[in-house]
């Protein structure tokens, strides 16, 4: 493969700079003029400030691909920022920063042994409001703000923190490993912090050319295990450093004024020794540039994961900006860019690019192309052979969120964002206002539509006991189809075991072999027989056995207050009893709330005719900026559920996973 090399400032013209600005404002939405802004490119980047306009406008131009903290701070006012991953060539929109009245965090910081630590430092602390933001306070004294310090008494007073928010810190001092203290409340008084020696990690960063030491280098010490905490050091004029990290797994890495160390390498601290000794070799930097295309449109792709390995060790990861365009800052040498793919899309024929590098060159990539994955396109009809409008189509392999909904002559066209593997597309079926449905599969190569017929819908009923016969609440119970296994079983459908250790199911597909699976942890597991039942029939699979099961949680039959919880995005009707409207609640991660949010609205739209009311609970922050068409609340799930059904009383009537029958939310209209 030819590599096409350029001069590094050959290509500085087409780097995909971007700008970002903005507004700083109060929570009554007015301009706050003359707020400090600060912007913080990745960890070990150096800090760049400006000043908001007297309308609170603020901007930064040539603000790099990368990492990028924005945060702002005036007089009576706490810090509040935002965390943004920039792309080649990216348009930020402009950004509105809400400040909050400033409060204060006090606190003690101990030894183990309980004595009182003096001078210890607050380094660095994260801001956690509608949305979550580092301040590096160790790097922002040249701008009127000192790290707050413990005196002889441990005690410490960190202010600039706003009200409402909650906050993480980091504690750094010369004696102890860095400490981190995560979701402490704005306005807390008596914080209790414990500092441990750790070990002493000394180092050298050197220039791998010459053996050179390099003075003011970052390092990086990532922790390997959650929540994957950074601490940071320096080198000195003689390119030394040390820090004290607790025991564990680290990987780390050097940057400096235009030379890094080629990527991330790994220490492990056991204790075992008082000093671990390290060398860093950083080398000068050079750049690797590429695009991701369409292979049938030409059109860019935006958004795909893009990794990359420097002489063995892995290094970095982007993702490609608006015009498929994607850029690494590396050290010179042996270099490997993979393709990890992107939704919709098949895996790369050639995922692995090999690339050498000298300092100061740039190199560009040949395109790269990804084919799309094929829609696949269905007709739904009853069984008089009549087309069904609305017909609602969940995909199961591969494993989808949402509905696909019929248009009137009973048409779907179904796209996936994974291949669907052996077997081609599965789905499930239903009719939009019956009891009725169906399971099929799909294959991408067919000219022509598949019909697909629905039934009425049979139920399956049992109850999930232990050894000694007694029932077992909370078991989850699936149907798979025999002879998959565990991992690569498609779940049909999946519902909990009430308080009794009974579970039923009313909307199985007639004319498809499957069996239960019942567990309630890792170790106690138990099967059903096969069963394959014809339209309407009821059957009992009897008693399921999972030797060894303890009951666990069920909601069924229960209450859920989920009104007291915070709201986060999203808005919730004030005229309206909280329990007398049927309701679904959809558990979701931090990551995917607000995209689910657009799922979750789709399916109160469709039962728009009723008064169904559809929200989100998530556990993590979520961005609220664009809004919610669903409310989006604080919350985790109890059981295994992630959905959950109630009734107009406000009771648990199912326990699922993904979509809910139907069936079932039209009966509660």
Sequence with gaps: MSILIHTLLALQSTLGITAISGQIVDANGAAIPHAQVFLEPGLGGMIRD???????????????????????????????????????????????????????????????????????????????????????????????????????????????????????LKIGHASFAQEGVADVPAGTDSLKVVLYPGVLVEGNVVSRANNVAVAQAAILMQNAQPPHDTALARSNLQGRFSIRLKPGVYLYQATGSGMRSPGWERLTVTGERPVEHVRLAVAGTAQIRGNVRDALTSAPIRDVRVSLTTNGAPAAVTRTGPKGDFLFTVGEGENIVRLDGAPGYFPPELQDVKVSVLEGNAVELPGMWLKPLPDYDVVI?????????????????????????????GKVRLQVQQPPGGGGLLARAEHPNAPQGAVFTLEAQQEQPGTVKLFPFASVFGQIVNKR??????????????????????????????????????????????????????????????????????????????????????????????????????????????????LVVFYANQANAVALAETAHAIQRHFAQSDLRVILMTEGDVSCDGGSPVPILRGSARTDATTLVLDRGGVVVLETNGMPPASLLQRLK
Aim: aromatic share 6%.
């Design 381 to 409: 009809v009853d069984d008089a052979g009549d087309p069904v409008p609305g017909a609602l189509v969940s995909v199961l392999r591969p494993s989808q969120f949402g509905w696909h909904v019929a248009d009137e002559e």
């Design 50 to 168: 400006t000043i908001s306009g007297d309308s609170g406008s603020f901007s930064f131009d040539d603000v790099a691909p990368g990492p990028v903290g924005l945060f702002a701070i005036a007089p009576g006012f706490g810090f509040e920022g935002q965390h943004l991953t920039i792309a080649v060539a990216d348009t930020i929109p402009p950004i509105q920063l809400t400040l909050h009245p400033a409060a204060q965090i006090k606190g003690t910081i101990k030894d183990a042994d309980g004595n009182t630590v003096q001078d210890a430092r607050i380094t660095r602390i994260g801001v956690k409001g509608n949305h979550k933001v580092g301040v590096p306070i160790a790097k922002l004294r040249q701008y009127g703000y000192l790290e707050p310090q413990s005196d002889a008494q441990g005690n410490f007073v960190l202010d600039n923190v706003p009200v409402g928010s909650m906050i993480d």
């Design 469 to 582: 016969g007694r029932p077992v609440s909370g078991a989850t119970v699936g149907a798979f189809f025999p002879g998959e296994t565990a991992e690569d079983a498609v779940l049909l459908w999946q519902t909990t075991s009430g308080p009794d250790g009974m579970f039923h199911w009313d909307a199985v597909v007639p004319g498809v072999p499957q069996r239960c699976a019942a567990r309630l942890d890792e170790k106690a597991h138990g099967e059903s027989e096969t069963f394959n039942l014809s339209p309407t029939e009821s059957k009992s699979l009897g008693d399921v056995e999972v030797p060894g099961a303890k009951s666990g949680e069920s909601l069924l039959g229960t209450k859920l207050d989920w009104h007291n919880s915070e709201l986060l995005c999203g808005t919730l009707p004030l005229d309206t009893p909280v329990h007398s409207q049927p």
